[in-house]
């Protein structure tokens, strides 16, 4: 029920993310289902040829004991690198469009940690994951079946049926198969997009390679965001220069043109010597806020001035979609006059970590369709951790004007961490980790 304020209009609900309603859940459910079902199927084929291709590395490393698989060892290594590269891409795109990444080594052996993970991965997506997905991919059969109770129960030879548990002989008994086969897809449409998240979130772990990362990759790595920093770097001051070319500059120049206009006017017509002045001040004015926008595309002065957390909590007042913000000092949240103000971290973290909610404030805006977001902010020596969550339609992913490349590259230019989570039906969340050592 909407609250009637004074002025007689009434006010917009409280929307809080991550909190829907039953009538929402449901709506989130059924949008989400069917991403999730074709992965699940998807992992079920990959899974059983895991298996299968488990059992035949299995071979080819007995064999090897005996010399004769040794030339069969690095064609099947290749083989099982494009198959977790393959799957890699398939548990990325469930995960909201995150790029999973195995620092391989220079040559395929079977003392590379990736590689080693490889094989577990191998080994997890055959058995146990294999069987969550079969698990998960029979309840839908069940309701399939029950569901369609009332209509092949009687093409059978012997006008008799059994669903498990159930004989269908008769109407009634076909009327209370589709009852339960409704409870089934009922159950499908709510556990099959958790137990999609649960597989690849596994997955995610056993395919990324953490320990023990070559030298050469992190210099590889270090390259790519040093040239993406400049690369931005460049860009902002093309954009930069673009602004003042069109806005400030042009501006200027036509009050320059108007106040000669007007030392002419004074001259042969000072009736409309006043109405000149008018508008040169009009452009004047637009000069001016032009080069205030500027400045606050380049350094905002609050964010200088009162620090991050003002600074977020405005873009979250000027924000279309209704924003709340939560601020964390350390472990602690502070809200309140006793608490501790946040540590100031260095500017240029600080203006990273700006634009980033910035930007996706913008992207909530423009493209979720959502009633509200959140804003988390946690800021301590070592980091600025920012997490972006709304609750609008999701399947956000980089490129078509969404801005995340961009937001990735900020963050790595800092050595930082971008991670989006969008399923489809949302919510969709945004993690950026900004470091604040020197």
């Known amino acids: 029920m909407r609250t009637p304020r004074i002025d007689g209009s009434t006010a917009r609900p409280t929307v809080h993310p991550g909190r829907p309603g039953p009538r929402a859940f449901a709506r989130s459910a059924a949008r989400r289902f069917p991403a999730a079902a074709r992965y699940l199927l998807l992992c079920l084929g990959t899974g059983l040829a895991a298996l299968v291709g488990l059992c035949l590395l299995l071979v080819v490393l007995a064999l090897c004991l005996v010399g004769v698989g040794l030339p069969l060892l690095p064609p099947a290594l290749r083989l099982l690198r494009r198959s977790a590269d393959f799957h890699r ?68 030879p012997d006008e008799r049926g059994k669903i498990i548990l159930l004989t269908v002989d008769s109407w009634p008994m076909a009327a209370a198969a589709a009852l339960g086969g409704i409870g089934y897809a009922a159950v499908a449409l709510v556990a099959l997009p958790p137990l999609a998240d649960l597989h690849a979130r596994a997955s995610g772990r056993l395919l990324v390679a953490r320990p023990r990362v070559s030298l050469a990759h992190r210099v590889r790595e270090l390259t790519t965001s040093r040239s993406e920093a400049l690369d931005a770097h460049a860009a902002e001051l093309r954009r930069i220069e673009r602004d003042l070319h069109d806005g400030a500059q042009a501006n200027l120049v036509a009050v320059s043109l108007r106040l000669g206009m007007i030392r002419r ?3 042969q017509r000072p009736e409309q010597a ?13 000069a001016l806020e032009s080069l205030r926008t500027l400045v606050r595309g380049i350094h905002p002065p609050l964010l200088a001035d009162r620090g991050l957390a003002e600074a977020v ?35 240029a973290a600080e203006a990273a970590a700006y634009f980033v909610v910035s930007e996706a404030l913008a992207n909530v805006a423009r493209h979720s369709g959502a009633r509200g977001a959140l804003v988390r902010l946690r800021i301590t020596t070592a980091a600025i951790a920012v997490r972006v969550e ?41 993690e950026v980790e900004i470091p604040c050592g020197s």
């Open 89 to 156: 891409r398939r548990v990325g795109a469930r995960l909201g469009g995150e790029r999973l990444r195995t620092p391989y080594g220079d040559r395929l052996s079977l003392r590379d940690p990736a590689v080693g993970k490889d094989l577990l991965w191998l080994l997890a997506h055959g058995t146990a994951g294999t069987a969550l997905c079969a698990g998960a991919l029979t309840l839908c059969s069940h309701a399939f079946n029950w569901l369609t109770a009332p209509v092949w129960w009687q093409l059978l």
């Open 274 to 286: 006043a109405a000149l002045v008018d508008s040169t001040q009009l452009v004047a004015e637009q």
């Open 265 to 267: 006017a004074l001259d």
């Open 313 to 347: 909590r405005s873009l979250a007042a000027r924000c279309a979609v209704p924003t709340r913000v939560e601020l964390h000092n350390s472990d602690a949240p502070v809200g309140h006059s006793a608490d501790p103000p946040p540590p100031r971290a260095p500017a």
């Open 390 to 430: 709304d609750d609008g339609r999701g399947g956000a992913v980089e490129g078509a004007g969404s801005g995340l490349p961009g937001l990735r590259r900020r963050a790595a230019a800092f050595d930082g961490t971008t991670r989006l989570s969008s399923p489809p039906g949302g919510p969709t969340i945004l």
